[in-house]
């Protein structure tokens, strides 16, 4: 039997949630360790609440690692809207498709939530079950939250896998989906694509993702930090960012500022590693209550 397959499907509010007194997926862990250093040059660690004068490597998505729990600037972001676009329920049955982090990070989501890890490859990740995007073996009904990062360009069918991503959502539940934006449309790679755990890349996606998840009869906000708002607002669309994957001029001349909702503001994406700021793009998918 499915390790989901006798949870209950009660609904679960969607709110932003700041206070850590009330949310203790905002505390730190009680082994998280800080480093002296002034407070308005601090980095921070979201998940474990480490401090210090900076994260390890230069800033990026799969870089600015923390010297702590090891996470990533991605897996920060990714904590940082469900944390601020999720209240917080002890029963909330949370599934993590291919989380990076591990033991611990695993431990402490089990004590935060009803958590599941899954992955389908298993050759850079072993979680709690082997899922398939595609076809999900799970009931319906059955999760309140979904945490999908950097999964979806890896699956052949992506309206397959909306499909059965809506079907396993509880009404009113959320995905939240991150995806590689390298591109203002999406399509297919023009040659053979593979990221870092070598798995093959079907889609680079582009800003025209937003209308196949609405397609999936989800309620859709596209959450970014406050810099690109502004960025995409003046028509600054080229820095001279330099990455061989993302065509910066392309992606941002696509966007629209108003469809855009800033979740962290500068100091905020500063202090915990969402920079470069086009790299920080997630999307909040809602399955309208019954």
């Known amino acids: 039997m499915s390790v989901l397959a006798t949870l209950h499907n009660t609904i679960r509010p969607q709110a932003r949630s700041r206070n850590a007194a009330l949310d203790p997926r905002l505390r730190p862990w009680r082994s998280a360790r800080s480093a002296s250093t002034p407070h308005a040059f601090q980095r921070v660690c979201n998940i474990c609440g480490w401090h210090g004068g900076s994260f390890t490597g230069p800033a990026h998505a799969e870089l600015a690692g923390c010297p702590r729990c090891r996470s ?5 972001f990714l904590y ?5 676009r999720i209240a917080y329920d002890r029963a909330q049955r949370v599934l993590e498709t291919s989380p990076r982090l591990r033991r611990q990070y695993r431990r402490r989501m089990s004590k935060l939530v009803d958590y599941t890890a899954s992955d389908y490859d298993e050759s850079a990740h072993k979680a709690m079950i082997k899922l398939d995007l595609q076809h999900m073996d799970l009931p ?6 979904v ?3 950097h999964v979806l360009e890896h699956v052949p069918d992506t309206d397959k ?14 995905v939240i989906l991150m995806v590689p934006m390298p ?18 890349v079907y889609w680079r996606f582009g800003w025209d993702l937003r209308e196949k998840l609405a397609d999936a009869d989800f309620d859709v906000t596209c959450l970014v930090t406050q810099p690109l708002v502004d960025r995409v607002s003046r028509g600054d669309y080229d820095t001279g960012y330099v990455d ?5 001029v392309d992606l941002l001349s696509h966007a629209e500022a108003a469809t855009l909702t800033p979740i962290a503001d500068e100091s905020e994406a500063r202090r915990y590693g969402f920079e470069p700021d086009l790299q920080f793009i997630a999307w909040q998918c809602v399955k309208p209550a019954a």
């Open 147 to 149: 945490l999908t990062p």
């Open 161 to 174: 896998a909306l499909a059965e991503l809506h079907r396993v959502l509880a009404p009113g539940g959320s």
């Open 140 to 145: 319906d009904d059955s999760i309140d939250t």
């Open 183 to 200: 591109q203002g449309v999406t399509a297919p790679p023009a040659e053979p694509e593979y990221h870092g755990d070598n798995t093959l």
């Open 244 to 248: 061989p994957h993302i065509n910066e």
């Open 72 to 76: 990533i600037a991605r897996d920060r």
């Open 80 to 84: 940082w809207c469900w944390t601020q």
